[in-house]
């Protein structure tokens, strides 16, 4: 079974948000990190192919400096990444460049996190599978084989719902799906040798249509913090400023 | 004239809180615009009562889809006769819930019609013909802003973001209409599975109580639950809690769980992790109980209580139950 994981370099969830002008995040210092939904995305293939046997294969678009984060993809096991770079990484600009080259590929199944930490679209997966033609089952919590089926526990809102599909068809996962494992030493040296093909793309018209501007959220002021070794009083404060506050 | 399309969801008879929520702000909006409101409601059966509803939200017209085939969220099925109503009316937005189904659809629609998406939008703003939206990224540490020109745009709206709005009653025209054909059967639905409890939903709860490691054991939030069903809250939890295996991966409150926005939001025993608050700081207000005057919760915290969570907790289910009798 050959397995497409596409991957995204985000920040650090530790990351304290630095704007450069209104228009641009400071990105020095920074520490990258796979969006950790991908993670699920690559723990899932890899078991894939541990039960079918295969190829997995990282698909990655960002900057060129982001080969660094897809060896740790490579380190948890994945057999060879590709790294599209462009400069621009909005969601319809992605799906394109990703349709573009997955075109070419025979594969059986794509495999990607519902939504990525850093930018809260989550909307390549679905983009991506509207360009290629073929299925896809979102924010998936299960995935079992039967037949020449795939089979998925997709969330609802307070339901799970069981997806059939059959291949080639995108999933998309969610926490909960599974546990990902950590590199070992010997995968570490192995993905030093292994290829990461860098695809340069030419896509770079610019459309504009909108306009996005960022803006750091005003700082909270303090709140009010009661001595809680009395709960009687503590409470009765608490649910005074509660009332007051409208939200009781 | 501008048409607005707000894609609604239902439960028992009623409208979802967050397309209520929504169509609540859009007609206040167009009270004083020349815009119109087009709803479009799907299902096996369409309550009576849910045109009334939507009505009282100064709807120009009610598009229904009333059919077997719309039973159960099936893309496949969905897309080809949605694409087809936005074809006909041409709307500047089309509006959904950032539900199960709204996140889903929203995108794909989008892509089918090559337009932009604004996903998990928390506020607009409006002049004159231009929209503004507002949307958190890096786990709610930036907003960003996005200003559309007038084309086609999707939308999804996190539910309470909008406050209360006053009922602006009219004479929508209501017509129904049948689904496409449909030609692509690679996306069964084969079975939907109901939660066991008909625990709260999480995303949509008003008020949440949330606990963490304090918490010590799955036993023990049984406290949390009291105090939940007292205010008529939803419990979530920190990822700490679900790792334990305290609590299922569904109530996880954070960046590789839920995103919430209730109007209040009690931390129990949550030490405030950064990838904890990136699901809950844009909560209204927000409580935390903790016996650690240093923990970061209280940096976000409207109101903290520093003390043991299992003496202030049950003090704190007691009063409220004495409040909620009188
Ligand atoms: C990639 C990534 C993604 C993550 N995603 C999430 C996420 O989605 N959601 C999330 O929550 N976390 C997430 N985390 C984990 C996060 O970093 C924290 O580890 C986690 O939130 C801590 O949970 P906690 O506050 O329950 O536990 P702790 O940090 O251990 O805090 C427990 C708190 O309970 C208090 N306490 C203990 N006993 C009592 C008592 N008797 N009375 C009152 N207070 C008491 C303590 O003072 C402490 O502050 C993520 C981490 C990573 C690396």
Redo the contacts between chains.
Sequence with gaps: MKILVLVKET?D?????V?ENSKK?NNEGIKYIIN??DEFAIEEALRIREKFGGEVVIYSVGRRESEVTLRNGLALGADKAKLIVSEKID??TV?KLLAENITKEEFEIILSGWIA???????V???L???LD??????V?KIDFSDDKI?CHR????????????PP?MIAVQ??INEPRYPTVKNILQAKKKQIDLIISENNEDIN?????????EV?KA???????K??K???I??Q??KE?K?? | MDKILVIVEHKNGLLKKVSQQILGFISDFCRQSEKKILVLIYGEKIAERLFEEVASWGADEIITIENQCFANYNPAIFIPTIADVIKKNSPQLVFFGNTAVGRDLSPRLAQYFNSYMISDVIDIKIEKDKFCFTRPVYGGKLFEEVETNGELVFVTVRPNSFGNSVNYHKNPHIYNIEPKAITNFSYMVSDILRKESEEKSLSEAEIIVSGGKGLKSAENFVLLEELARVLGAAVGASRSAVDAGWRPYSSQVGQTGKTVKPKLYIACGISGAMQHLAGMSTSQVIVAINKDPEAPIFKVADYGIIGDLFEIVPVLTEELKKIFKD
Excluded: H, M
């Design positions: 920040f969830t530790e990351t304290k948000i704007l995040i950790p939904y969601s319809i799906s930490i850093d930018d809260n679209n989550a909307q997966p679905a983009r599978s509207q360009l073929i299925p896809l089952v979102n924010v919590t089979i969330e609802g809102d307070n339901t799970v719902e069981i997806i059939k599909v059959s068809a926490r909960g249509r909108i306009n996005i501007t960022y803006q750091l959220p909270k709140g009010l913090i009661i001595d809680g070794s709960p009687e503590a409470v009765n608490l649910i400023k509660l506050a939200v009781l």
